[in-house]
């Protein structure tokens, strides 16, 4: 068991699943909901009914967001739901190749201060390349850092990770 977990998270640092497009973090998060609450005091605002959330080129939508603001003035956002989606560009690496990183989960968290993203439940991630999934990755958790690249993947709970990658390209 422990191997396979070993093996996992190898194969997950070795996946090119972030890297996020520097240029998001500057803009304004715009949220769409059905029905809003917030609450000054506690700096908490809850958002219900088929949410959309978007900053730059980072898309987020759930059933269900919990946005809190630390003592410190950063932003935590919960995105609940049967299925909560985020995506995002990635930074240009290559002219002419447009990379985005997609992922499900029932529950997606979103630390603005470390720009990590730890989708729980069923979760999936996979990267793009023009349209077409290059890599994919399946677990209970998924945990990546959209600032220095690094996944980490916990197994379902039959205790497997599961990671797909492209073979690379001969013409790069």
Known sequence: MKRCLLAAFVLALALPLAQAETKDREQPIEIQ??????DEIKQIATYTGSVHVNQGTMRLTGQKLILQETSTGYRKATLTGNV??????????VKGVEEWIAGQAQEIV?????????????????????????????????????VRSRTIIQGSSSGRASTVIAPRNKAR
Do not use: C, P, W
């Open 33 to 38: 909901a059905d029905h809003f609450f917030g």
């Open 84 to 93: 909560a989606t985020f995506r995002q560009r990635r930074d240009q690496k």
């Open 110 to 146: 979103y630390e603005e201060r470390t720009g990590i993203v730890t989708l729980t439940g069923k979760a999936v991630v996979e990267r793009s390349e023009n349209g077409i999934v290059k890599d994919r990755a399946r677990g209970n958790k998924i945990v990546y850092d959209t």
